[in-house]
Every structure is written in structure tokens, then in C-alpha cells.
């Protein structure tokens, strides 16, 4: 096969890439570059102002990214937490094991729109029914989404619920394509359940509790429908996170060329901080 | 005695055919929508527009989701397509996109929709990419009916961009059965020493709610609460706080800017007028319903027009819901202006003026235009016109859910309103609030500046901090001035006083 050969099967892939990849990250770099508004319409020069703006002059960014971190974080452990233990109960032979695995998978293939929606009903202060069947308990009314702490947890909620079936999927495929003699080697050794979990199904599932947990802080660091129909980043901006300050920045105001800076940088911080996070997990993970 | 049937039968059929009451029952039978009144002779009228052949030519608008404005759009352009011939594509875009999705192709210079909805606020920023309202439309009779108020919202210096079809304000809605009730009279006098009375200020405001909360006044098994207010951030919420800033800020003794000092540009949203407001607004946080400081205008509609709560200001549609016959305190509600206050800051002599004060909030509305890149514009126009022609009109602002609320001297009349089933007492207390703020000489428009969107959007994270308990009402305040001055800025202040200014000779009864 000669040169230009190579490049007839190359082109077609490389100019997909280029087009949904590389042409929107340059034009997302040229326009945080530019004045672009309401009431300037254009693509304009005015160099790194937004930059400086956004590193000098914009604490509700960093609080946001902040916010947005800790709500990631959290819900990821629980969403592995509580997917791990599912998986494992359902790769064990119990009774009506097809009927929990579909079952468990239900909260996933919902649209998530409209089960916040739903959430948002059910926690509703005064009307939802949460608050009711507490108060029957001679529980007060609690503020699930106008307290600025319970609002966060609020969202979590919601967040572990549509997404640990996810997880759980991963993890349930992951310890259906374990090999057996592990385990075989360690019943014959006499371990116990608690043993063979630490140093058999652990480690051996290590790679894909790793690649299972990177991909589900890339999703829930885009977290925005959720915040967008649970509280709108409220109470004042206690639950407001990055992508959905950046759509208010963008969409809501029109500062589209500000917009871009904060999504470019975005893009920029997470690209490095899941590097790094990956890098971290297979070091404590992954014992060679 | 064949030639004396035969001469009658032709006599009726002609009062049949040519009497506008003959048009009434035979467009009122098509459109059962106009049915009280039948149709309504006019320029825009189903008379005229069924002369008019459009078929083959689509006309497509962008508007709100349903019900509000969404659903009237979408009846009136069904209705207009039975009448022309035209085929009508309506899109429904939620409220916090309206802008955008009009903005991004205008800016784009492209226009897939000939109509776009939105909020009279919007002037500013569309009105370069929106056709003027032709002289044709702007001379008919319908148009003629509409207050100089809302025809100044719809205008910019002079021009008129957007189609009025609708007329905002806030004023205030409480429970009549309650405040009129002499036995609460009694109680409330004995605990507070207080009349109760329909609040003059908001400090009454605040007392009547506090007492009212919590509590089953109603007798129907349920707690009550004081107030439903829009309190969630992005979610309107500024406009509720400019209503209650009015009282306190706008000082007819100072004119020259409610928002900024025309002169200097500075923002005033941090004076103590402001603060006095926000400090109300965060003690009523303790007496609405629970989760009330995450109440959009959903939720403050839902729950006022619901029988939860004792007070409510926002627009017109919390009271026309509260009033329809479906409505569980139907004909127990009155309106009255927004409350004033006993004192209004003087950013002249930088002290309080003590006295009874009080200030009409004009607060942004729906709005729509046609795009100047429009094909259809002659079509747009004549949907729009149809829209608001007199029959339709008056069916619109008696249903709540429509969010179409008076814009023209005759809905003023209590008539319109007694013959959908108000209680006259109730008609005349919400036609006699709504023509007093048109007569006031102290009234507030809403921002119409380059970043209007920047400004109240700063405003209202404050605010709602505030509300929150992250910030105290200054330091809230301080920071959306700041921010205020970054915009302006940004902006370039002349630009934004440019603007400003045709607000301000409004606000100052120069225009």
C-alpha cells in the first residue's frame, strides 16, 4: 500500500474529527477571544479580557466549579458504592436475579428531565408528598430544595438515583467476565466472604471500577438538568454549578464570547483534573 | 299574501346577512372561543380576515410554552389558518429561551420565524432586527383603544417594534373574605392594636402576612400562610423586587432614574431605598408557604390562586386564575395597587423623605414582533392584528391561564368583567387598581438598556443570596452594584444612558 493510499482511508475519520471535534474547539477559543453580546454581535478581537476578567473578577465561577466538584465526587462514590453492592447481588444466584436486574436498571432508561420534574414534586415543601409522610411520623417540614445545605444533598439524591444503574451495569458486566479459578483457589484456601471480596473481587475488578468511575465523573461533571428543574441553582446559588452557570452566562445573557471563555477553561480544568484523578486510581487501585 | 312571505324572508335574510349580529352567531359558530361576544366588527376582525387568501404561504412563529401566551398563539394561529387559507407553524419555546432563540439567528442574520414572542423588556436588544409596526396597524381603531402606558412599552422613541397584545403590571391581590371579615377585624386589632385593612405599606404588609401564617384561617383543614411571592432566582424574581423597592426608591421629588442616576450613571440599586426593600423581602421569607423562596410564577399562580396564602403581587394572572369559577376562592379576592411606604429615600439631600409614598411598577410584558428578515411580514402583521382584534381580546384576558391581561381603556370597564361572572365589587376594586396606576404620575417602567439581561440577571443572584442568608440585604446589594458598574463598563455608559433615558422620560411623564 502506498502513501496516498493511507491517506484515502485516513480522510474520511479525519474530517468527522474535524468537523465535531477540532473546528468547534477552535471556534469555542476564538470567540472566548471575542466581545461577543447582546449588544456587540460580532466577533470582535479583544484579545484575553475575558480571561483576565474570568481569573481576576469572577468568584461565583471558582464557587460554582467548587460546588460542582463536591457534588460530582460525592455522587460518583455513592453511585459505586451502592452500584458495586447491587452488582454484587445480583451476580450471585438469587431468587428472581433477572427480574432485580431489570428492575435496578429502570431509574436509567428514564428521561431525566422528567423524573426531576418528578423529584422536584415529590420534594416540594408544602404540596409534595416526602414532607406528608414524614409529618406522619411527627417529622417537621423539611426544606429539601430552599435550604442552601439540604438542597445540595437534594440533588444528590436525585443525581445517585438516576445514575447508579449505570454503574451498576459496568460493574455487573465487569464481575460476569471475572475468571473463576480466583475464586475457586480461595474457596479451596477457606476465605470468607469478607477476604475473598478484598483480595479476589476488588482488585480483579480494579480496571473497570477505574474506567467505570472516569466515565461517570466526566457525565456528572456536566451536571445541568438536573440543577436546571431541581432548584435553578437556588437557593440564591447554593446548588449552582459550572455548566449551568456557564448557560446562564451564555444563553440567558447573551455573553456568548464570555461564555466561550468559561467553557474553553472548563474544558481545560477537567481535561487535566481527570488525568490526574485517573492517574491517582490506578496507583491506589492497581497494585502491580 | 306569497309576495308579502316572499318580501320577508328576504328582509330577514338581509338583517341576516348584512347586521353585525348575523356575523356574531356565524363566526361565534365556527369559533366557539368568542362565543360571549361574537365577532367584533374591525379591521383585524374574522369578518375581515376571512377575505383574505394566504393559502399556500406559511407563516411561522416562535412563542411561549403552553398555556401561558403558547396557548392563545397556538388557538389564534388554528383560527387564522381556518380563516386565510395559510398553514401556521407554532413553536413553543420555554420562557428562559425565548431570547435566545430569537437572538442567536437575528445576529446570524437569518429568520426562521416571520413572529417571535418574548418580553417587552427585550425593545432594546431586538428592535434593530424587528419590522416596525406599519402606519396602517398602528392608525386602526383596535390600536387606538390601547393605554398611552402600553403603547409607550411597546414603542421606542416613537417607533413601535412590538404588536401590543398584552398589558402587565404588579399590584397586589389579597383574600377579601378575610381582610372584610369582622371577626378577624376584631381578633387582629386585639393582638396587634393594628386595623386590618387592606395593606397601605409593606411594613403592613408584612405585619397582616406574619399574622396570617401558619394556621388554618380558611376552615378547611389545611394551613394557611401569609404571602406567595416569586422568590426563585432566574425565575422573574427581579421584577417582584423591583416592585418592592418602588415605594422606597421612587421619589417623585427626585426624577432623573429609578435604576440609575441618569446624570452620572451610577447605580442607585444599593441606596437605602433598595436595602429598606431587601430587608422586607428577606423578613418574608419567615411567612411564605414552605419551600415559598424557591416559588416561581408557577408556584406563586398555583399557590395564591390555590387558597394558600393571604397576599400575593405579581401580574394579572394570579388574580384572573383566583377569579375563574373553577377556582376554589372564586370571587374572594380583591386587588389594590402595590403597597407604598411611609418614607422614600432622597438621593439628592442623600436623607429619607417621611410621607406616604407609593409607585406603580409597569413591569415588562408579553411581547411580539416580525422579523424585518421576514418573507411573510404583510401575513405576520395581519395574524398579530388578529391576535388582539376586539372579540378575541376580550375571551383572552378572561381566561388566567392565558396570560393575556388589559392593555386597552375598555378593558376598564367593570362590564367586561361582570359578564364573565366576577362579583361587581370585585370587578370595580381590579378595573379602578388598574386605571390608577395609569393615572399615576409616580410610575416605574422596567429596564430597557443594552445588557438588560446582565443587569437583572446580577440583581436577582444577589438578591436571591440575600434571600438565601448567604448575604446580608447590603453587602447583596453592594455586590450587584458592583457588578452594575462592570456591566456599564462593558457596555459603555453612554450607550446604556442613551437608552436609559427614554425610560427615564417616561418614568418622569415627559413622554
Known amino acids: 500500500m502506498n502513501f496516498k493510499h493511507k491517506f484515502v482511508f485516513l480522510f474520511p475519520g479525519l474530517f468527522v474529527l474535524i468537523g465535531i471535534l477540532i473546528f468547534p474547539i477552535i471556534f469555542t477559543i476564538r470567540l472566548s477571544l471575542s466581545g461577543w453580546n447582546s449588544y456587540t454581535p460580532e466577533m470582535n478581537f479583544i484579545g484575553i479580557t475575558n480571561y483576565i476578567r474570568l481569573f481576576t473578577d469572577d468568584p461565583r465561577f471558582w464557587e460554582s466549579f467548587f460546588r460542582l466538584s463536591f457534588l460530582s465526587v460525592t455522587t460518583v462514590i455513592l453511585q459505586y458504592v ?96 471475572l475468571p473463576k479459578e480466583p475464586f475457586l483457589a480461595a474457596a479451596i484456601d477457606g476465605a470468607s466472604p469478607f477476604r475473598k471480596f478484598v483480595y479476589v473481587t476488588f482488585p480483579l475488578m480494579a480496571p473497570i471500577s477505574i474506567g467505570a468511575i472516569i466515565i461517570r465523573l466526566i457525565e456528572a461533571s456536566k451536571i445541568m438538568d438536573t440543577v436546571f428543574v431541581l432548584t435553578s441553582g437556588g437557593p440564591g446559588t447554593a446548588t449552582e454549578t459550572s455548566s449551568f452557570y456557564i448557560y446562564i452566562k451564555g444563553l440567558r445573557e447573551f455573553q456568548m464570547g464570555y461564555a466561550a471563555t468559561l467553557s474553553f477553561t472548563y474544558l481545560v480544568i477537567m481535561i487535566i483534573s481527570l488525568t490526574i484523578i485517573a492517574k491517582v486510581l490506578t496507583k491506589l487501585m492497581i497494585k502491580e | 299574501m306569497k309576495t308579502i312571505k316572499t318580501c320577508v324572508t328576504a328582509l330577514i335574510s338581509a338583517l341576516l346577512v348584512f347586521s353585525p349580529v348575523a356575523y356574531a352567531d356565524k363566526w361565534s359558530d365556527q369559533f366557539p372561543h368568542i362565543k360571549a361576544t361574537g365577532d367584533i366588527p374591525g379591521d383585524c376582525s374574522y369578518e375581515s380576515m376571512s377575505k383574505k387568501n394566504y393559502k399556500g404561504k406559511t407563516l411561522k412563529i416562535n412563542t411561549h410554552a403552553v398555556p401561558v401566551m403558547g396557548e392563545p398563539t397556538a388557538l389564534h394561529a388554528e383560527q387564522f389558518a381556518k380563516l386565510t387559507g395559510a ?46 409596526v406599519p402606519k396602517k396597524y398602528v392608525e386602526m381603531k383596535q390600536m387606538k383603544d390601547v393605554t398611552p402606558s402600553h403603547i409607550g412599552v411597546a414603542s421606542w422613541d416613537g417607533v413601535m417594534y412590538q404588536f401590543p397584545v398584552d398589558g402587565d403590571r404588579h399590584y397586589l391581590k389579597y383574600r377579601k373574605d378575610v381582610i372584610d371579615n369582622p371577626e378577624y377585624q376584631k381578633q387582629y386589632k386585639e393582638a396587634t392594636g393594628k386595623e386590618l385593612r387592606v395593606p397601605q405599606t409593606w411594613k403592613e404588609y408584612g405585619e397582616m402576612a406574619a399574622y396570617f401564617n401558619n394556621w388554618d384561617w380558611d376552615g378547611d383543614g389545611e394551613k394557611e400562610y401569609g404571602s406567595a411571592e416569586v422568590m426563585k432566582k432566574d425565575d422573574l424574581m427581579y421584577a417582584a423586587f423591583y416592585s418592592r423597592s418602588a415605594a422606597y426608591s421612587k421619589n417623585p421629588k427626585t426624577p432623573g432614574g429609578f435604576f440609575f442616576d441618569l446624570e452620572t450613571m451610577k447605580p442607585l440599586i444599593n441606596n437605602p431605598g433598595f436595602v429598606e426593600a431587601l430587608t422586607d423581602w428577606v423578613e418574608a421569607t419567615k411567612y411564605v408557604p414552605p419551600g415559598g423562596i424557591n416559588f416561581g410564577l408557577g408556584d406563586e399562580i398555583g399557590s395564591f390562586g390555590g387558597g394558600q396564602t393571604l397576599f400575593s403581587f405579581s401580574w394579572d394572572d ?84 392565558f396570560g393575556v391581561n388589559p392593555f386597552r381603556n375598555d378593558d376598564f370597564k367593570v362590564d367586561v368583567w361582570t359578564q364573565i361572572g366576577w362579583d361587581k365589587d370585585i370587578a370595580q376594586s381590579y378595573v379602578d387598581t388598574l386605571a390608577q396606576m395609569e393615572q399615576s404620575k409616580n410610575r416605574v417602567f422596567p429596564l430597557r438598556v443594552p445588557g438588560t439581561f446582565e443587569f437583572n440577571a446580577a440583581l436577582a443572584t444577589a438578591a436571591a443570596k440575600a434571600l438565601a442568608g448567604q448575604l446580608s440585604p447590603q453587602a447583596a446589594l453592594d455586590e450587584a452594584a458592583k457588578q452594575w458598574e462592570d456591566i456599564l463598563n462593558r457596555v459603555g455608559k453612554d450607550n446604556v444612558r442613551k437608552a436609559y433615558a427614554v425610560g427615564v422620560a417616561m418614568e418622569d411623564n415627559k413622554q
Open chain 2, 87 to 132: 398553514k401556521v407553524d407554532v413553536t413553543h419555546t420555554p420562557a428562559g429561551d425565548l431570547y435566545a432563540k430569537a437572538m442567536v439567528p437575528f445576529q446570524a442574520g437569518q429568520a426562521p420565524y416571520d413572529i417571535v414572542f418574548g418580553f417587552s423588556n427585550f425593545i432594546n436588544d431586538w428592535r434593530r432586527y424587528l419590522e416596525p
Open chain 1, 82 to 177: 451502592i452500584g458495586f453492592a447491587l452488582a454484587m447481588m445480583v451476580w450471585r444466584e438469587i431468587k428472581f436475579k433477572r427480574f432485580f436486574r431489570v428492575i435496578f436498571l429502570v431509574p436509567m432508561m428514564t428521561t431525566p428531565v422528567i423524573m426531576t420534574v418528578i423529584w422536584r414534586t415529590f420534594f416540594h415543601e408544602s404540596l409534595g408528598p416526602v414532607n406528608d409522610l414524614l409529618g406522619g411520623f411527627g417529622v417537621k417540614p423539611i426544606l429539601w430544595l430552599s435550604d442552601p445545605v439540604i438542597a445540595k444533598f437534594t440533588v444528590i439524591i436525585v443525581e445517585v438515583w438516576q445514575w447508579t444503574p449505570f454503574m451498576f451495569l459496568l460493574l455487573l458486566a465487569g464481575l460476569l467476565s
Open chain 2, 318 to 401: 394570579a388574580f384572573v386564575a383566583a377569579m375563574q369559577p373553577d377556582s376554589p376562592i372564586n370571587n374572594k379576592v380583591g386587588a389594590a395597587q402595590l403597597p407604598g411606604a411611609m418614607k422614600v429615600w432622597n438621593r439628592k439631600t442623600n436623607s429619607w423623605d417621611e410621607g406616604f409614598n407609593q409607585a406603580p411598577f409597569f413591569v415588562w410584558g408579553w411581547a411580539v414582533g416580525v422579523a424585518k428578515k421576514s418573507k411573510e411580514k404583510e401575513m405576520a402583521f395581519d395574524y398579530l392584528c388578529f391576535f388582539a382584534n376586539e372579540a378575541n381580546h376580550q375571551a383572552d384576558i378572561g381566561i388566567g391561564r
